[in-house]
């Protein structure tokens, strides 16, 4: 279970507003887990705290200098052996899977990345597994890590209002969520699927797999082939195949 965020970030102040952000922050502001934050610039020598320096071979943009960012870093995990996250647009990408695994850390330590890049020593020296949110670039890596910081916190127990939430959210079985409805009954003309106002509660439950594989198949057909799927949807997934 997870106790701990350490983030390396010359932005610290930026995830103050990360606690008042619903149920996920509030598990940070009530102290069920505790995050600290590892600012480069407090390891970094001179009056003016430069962490930047211009990238060797020429080229655009600036790069993280290595001693102050190795600095925070080592500070960071001190007093554990938990693995070193680095976010970049070259990482792994992120999935539910591996939300599921980061989530059982005690602790998580991530490394926000700014300018063009750190320096590539620090990659080979301290950065255990790199990890991307998506194929394109952000400003920098605060972004991604509130992205796995809220993904990480709401599996932790207690940490969502309805312990069947998370269970039942896109991507925890491998397929995209099903269609929701509430009240009203009808909203500009539309109604709410008669299956759901019937109280059957086997067929809610297999009507919502069936509109999960439908909307799967239609949108994100390559996530079927790794999915948890039965003999009943594989055979309801090919009966589909052949209506096309």
């Known amino acids: 279970m997870l106790r701990e965020i350490h983030l390396v970030t ?40 430069s962490v930047d320096d211009r990238p060797y071979g020429g080229g655009p943009g600036m790069l993280m200098r290595p001693e102050p960012l190795a600095q925070a870093i080592e500070a960071a995990r001190t007093g554990s052996n938990a693995p070193v996250s680095g976010l970049s647009p070259q990482g792994r990408v992120l999935r539910q899977i591996d939300v599921e695994a980061l989530a059982g850390r005690q602790r998580l330590i991530l490394v926000c990345g700014r300018y063009e890049g750190i320096d590539e020593r620090v990659n080979q020296e301290l ?38 939430s998370a269970p039942q959210d896109s991507f925890s079985s491998g397929l995209l969520d099903c269609p929701h409805y509430t009240r ?27 509109q999960a594989l439908q909307r799967t ?28």
Not at 148 to 154: H, K, L, Q, S
Request: with cysteine; aromatic share 10%.
């Open 184 to 210: 009203p009954e009808v909203w500009r003309g539309l109604e709410v699927p008669e299956v759901l106002r019937s109280g059957d509660h086997a067929a809610i439950a297999r009507w919502r797999r069936r």
């Open 10 to 49: 010359l932005f610290p102040d930026w995830f103050e507003n990360f606690k008042a952000m619903g149920l996920t922050g509030r598990a940070l502001d009530d102290g069920r887990i505790t995050l600290r934050c590892f600012n480069p610039r407090d390891y970094a020598p001179g009056v003016h705290r």
């Open 217 to 244: 198949l239609a949108r994100r057909p390559d996530l079927l082939d790794a999915a948890q799927l039965t003999t009943e949807d594989r055979e309801w997934l090919a009966g589909r195949a052949g209506d096309k």
């Open 127 to 164: 950065i255990d597994e790199e990890w991307s949110i998506g194929d394109y670039v952000l400003s920098g890596g605060e972004y991604a890590a509130a992205v796995m910081m809220d993904a990480v916190i709401r599996l932790q127990p207690g940490v969502l209002g309805h312990e069947e």
